[in-house]
Nanobody
Framework: QVQLVESGGRLVQAGESLRLSCTAS????????MAWFRQAPGKGRDFVAA????????YETNSVKARFTISRDNSKNTMYLQMTSLNPEDTANYYC???????????????????WGQGTQVTVSS
């Protein structure tokens, strides 16, 4: 069993930056494919970015790729999402996800992830 804990979400103004963190339990973090998803009230849980055990990254292409950076520090069992130029459309609960099998196909799909964090709220005011 893997436990994931997100942190860093808060209220910010449009144009500001924010860094989210996700820390995993256990000894096998370096083998996991990790991802960020986000969900606004009344909407589905959408893919944001993913990073494999080898460091290969995938981003949602519409606006996210230009402004967000996903990274990981295996020595700290932690994945990060650095967000810049935030706008109100980025307001959502951001969830951390882990695929303990380290899959490299369909990393944008919710179905491959078998562990999820509780979410951290990001609110961007205009």
């Amino acid at each position: 069993q893997v436990q994931l804990v997100e942190s860093g979400g808060r209220l910010v103004q449009a144009g500001e930056s924010l860094r989210l963190s996700c820390t995993a339990s256990g000894d096998s973090f370096k083998h996991y494919t990790m991802a960020w998803f986000r969900q606004a009230p009344g909407k589905g849980r959408d893919f944001v970015a993913a990073i494999t055990s080898s460091g290969a990254v995938t981003y949602e292409t519409n606006s996210v790729k230009a402004r967000f950076t996903i990274s990981r520090d295996n020595s700290k069992n932690t994945m990060y999402l650095q967000m810049t130029s935030l706008n109100p459309e980025d307001t959502a609960n951001y969830y951390c996800a882990a695929d303990e099998y380290g899959g490299t196909e369909y990393t944008w799909a919710r179905e491959i992830y078998n562990y999820w964090g509780q979410g951290t709220q990001v609110t961007v005011s205009s």
